[in-house]
């Protein structure tokens, strides 16, 4: 696998450090060189720390780690972040979805009606309208 290539992450702290070790930095050479704290940065990696929320901290961490801007990474960086603290992104929220809770009963294996699901594929298939 290239350096380009960074594997599909599980997590926040797994994501994280793929992105590093794709740059050929070490722990310590990544926060020498961005003013990161080793400690903080290994604990988030590792899923010890959970990662903030704050965009501009999230925006921060995505630059040094060359995420470019709205690219997948950006987006999936972002997700993992709210994953590891249980919550829904911010650019989800903002679009009024009233369809979640059917959504998170048909994952719990509980019906959804006819409606909801024609909407909810619709929405899935269209996501920026």
Not at 78 to 96: E, G, M, T, V
Request: proline share 5%.
């Amino acid at each position: 696998m290239d350096k380009s290539q960074t594997p599909v992450a599980q997590n926040f702290g797994d994501f994280f450090r793929s992105k590093r070790i794709a740059l050929g930095l070490t722990l310590r050479t990544f926060c020498e060189r961005f003013g990161y704290d080793p400690g903080n940065i290994s604990r988030l990696e590792r899923n010890i720390l959970p990662p903030t929320l704050d965009d501009e901290k999230l925006t921060g961490y995505a630059t040094a780690l060359q995420i470019k801007r709205d690219s997948e990474d950006w987006v999936l960086f972002h997700d993992l972040a709210y994953a590891a603290k249980s919550s829904i992104p911010k650019d989800i929220r903002k679009q009024n979805i009233d369809f979640l809770p059917a959504f998170f009963r048909t994952i719990r294996n509980k019906k959804m009606d006819k409606q909801k699901f024609q909407e909810l594929i619709v929405f899935l298939n269209n996501p920026r309208e």
